[in-house]
């Protein structure tokens, strides 16, 4: 099949970027999207000219660095699923198809279709962990977590740090990802000794970053991989504004 | 910073702050409802000048209602300082965006139909309330007492079709506010269950988006036909 592309190209960081116009032909529909950028990248290396920098690294939808806004969808008109997930069949012959980076202050562009997105492991550090020393895994069922709460963490757990959800957002809000790494915690009993500064440092992190504020469009949900449900989020406003109030930290 | 105002001022807080004033300005609506319904009564404005007489000389409304203005005021203003801060949040937006396709209209527009919220409540503030407390309201006496007639004045308001359009069209405006405004005022406090969002959810669309706009719609819409002798 045949494809026109438009792709953002930006030097750097500090230099203004554009929409530039290519078309592929031969594109079997059965490659995945990232394999006819390499297709893409091929082509311009042969001609001399800069291949397009994208982020990739796993290409089966668990590492989640593949970011690329596709035709005005975070990772394209799939749901559930990244970039490296997405195949040329979901677009029809000749179609044009524009792809752009994760647009967000807290994501700068670092070239073409890459982001920095270290405002996530930021937010990470300043309370998504547990600080005891775990030693040697326990006996299984020694620690008695119910199915339901199991499967609520593992939900929320399952979140891969893509940053579809900000790039969805109309406010470019964080939320979704940190109320998933708010929520797994939260609910385990592992989590519990943080539960609170952990809610009120990521929260604060969140917000120094420079991210949005959430209007619960619910953008976010529909876009993520993983679809990480908007439970979360609320789950997260009760963990910050309980511990807001109760914590010992003035 | 103490605790509190770090609190308000995240983003967290200060959605906490949209909520609990948007959700206060939505329990007004239904005590605003409930009164006004003594418009349909077809006494001649009796039912509703005595209700307006007690709305304005209750000590306990006297109070409720200026925490009223002040929730307008700092929902308002606080719409603002987010609608600011998240546009802020995404200095270069897509050349290509498709956002129909995973969310409502309305959620993205809070903005836009509050603003037409807000020239509402200015134009209708400045014809009844504005009247009733400092402007000149012909006086109506039932058994012996006095009492401002701003029925009258309501008549003459409803009267003018364009004033009548201004309303139907802003309560659509509200309408489509609430719909998404009310439950996401729930899940702003963290209150979402499976037992109670749904309950929530329905109420937010049926109640508060539909059956309370409708009727506040139908005020105008009725005092104009009568008003103009197309109804009894
Ligand atoms: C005065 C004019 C108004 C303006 C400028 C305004 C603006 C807004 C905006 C921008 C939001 C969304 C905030 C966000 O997306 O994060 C919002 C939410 C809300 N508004 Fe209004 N609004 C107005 C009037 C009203 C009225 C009259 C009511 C109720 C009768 C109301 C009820 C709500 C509710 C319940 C929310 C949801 C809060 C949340 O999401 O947590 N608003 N408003
Ligand atoms: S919540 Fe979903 S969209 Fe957001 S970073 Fe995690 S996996 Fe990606
Ligand atoms: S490349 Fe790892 S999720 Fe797409």
């Given at each position: 099949m045949k494809v026109n592309l438009k792709v953002w190209r930006q030097k750097n960081n500090n230099t203004a970027g554009k929409l530039v116009e290519y078309s592929l032909d031969?594109?079997?529909?059965?490659?995945?999207f990232l394999e006819m950028f390499d297709v893409l990248n091929a082509e311009l290396i042969r001609k001399g000219d800069e291949p397009v920098a994208f982020d990739h690294d796993c290409?089966?939808?668990?590492?989640?660095?593949?970011s690329m806004y596709i035709n005005g969808r975070a990772h394209g008109?799939?749901?559930?699923?990244?970039t490296c997930q997405?195949?040329?069949?979901?677009f029809s012959d000749g179609d044009t198809i524009v792809v752009e980076p994760w647009r967000a202050r807290a994501f700068p562009v670092i070239k073409d279709l890459m982001v920095d997105r270290t405002a996530f492991d930021r937010v990470v550090q300043?309370?998504?962990?547990?600080?005891?020393?775990?030693?040697s895994a326990p006996d299984a069922n020694e620690i008695a977590i119910p199915r339901t709460i199991a499967d609520e963490a593992m939900d929320a757990a399952?979140?891969?740090?893509?940053?579809a959800c900000v790039a969805a957002c109309k406010n470019a809000s964080a939320m979704l990802f940190v109320s998933a790494k708010v929520s797994h915690m939260a609910v385990?009993?592992?989590?519990?000794?943080e539960r609170k500064i952990r809610a009120e440092r990521m929260v604060a992190q969140m917000d120094a970053e420079g991210f949005g504020a959430c209007s619960f469009t619910g953008a976010c949900s529909v876009e993520c991989p993983k679809s990480i449900s908007l439970d979360h989020i609320a789950r997260m406003n009760r963990e910050y504004l309980g511990a807001k109030l109760t914590s010992e930290n003035v | 910073m103490s605790w509190v105002t770090q609190t308000l001022s995240s983003s967290l807080g200060r959605k906490v702050i949209m909520s609990l004033t948007g959700l206060f300005l939505s329990t007004f609506l239904v005590v605003h409802m409930a009164g006004n319904?003594?418009?349909?009564?077809?006494?001649?404005?009796r039912a509703f000048n005595e209700y307006t007489y007690f709305m304005t000389h209750n000590p306990l409304i006297i109070t409720v209602s200026y925490l009223l203005y002040t929730s307008i005021l700092v929902h308002a203003l606080m719409a603002f300082v987010l609608t600011r801060h998240n546009q802020a949040s995404r200095p270069v937006d897509y050349?290509?965006?498709?956002?129909e396709a995973n969310s409502a209209w309305s959620s993205r527009n809070m903005g836009i139909l509050g603003t037409v919220l807000l020239i509402f409540i200015i134009l209708h503030m400045r014809t009844f309330w504005y009247e009733m407390h400092f402007g000149s309201v012909p006086m109506a006496e039932y058994d012996g007492k006095q009492y401002k007639d701003l029925y009258t004045v309501v008549v003459a308001a409803f009267s003018q079709w364009w004033y009548v359009l201004i309303y139907v069209v802003s309560m659509v405006a509200l309408g489509y506010h609430l719909v998404h405004g009310f439950q996401s005022g729930f899940q702003t406090l963290g209150l979402r269950h499976k037992k109670y969002t749904p309950l929530i959810e329905a109420l937010g669309t049926y109640?508060?988006?539909i059956l309370i706009p409708a009727l506040f719609a139908a005020m105008p819409i009725y005092i104009f036909l009568k008003a103009n002798n197309f109804i009894g």
């Open positions: 031969n594109i079997s529909p059965d490659m995945s290409r089966e939808g668990i590492c989640g660095m593949c008109p799939q749901t559930g699923a990244t997405l195949h040329m069949r979901s300043a309370g998504g962990y547990v600080s005891v020393n775990t030693g399952q979140c891969i740090g893509c940053g385990l009993p592992q989590g519990q000794a | 319904l003594q418009l349909f009564k077809g006494d001649e404005g050349a290509f965006k498709r956002p109640v508060f988006a």
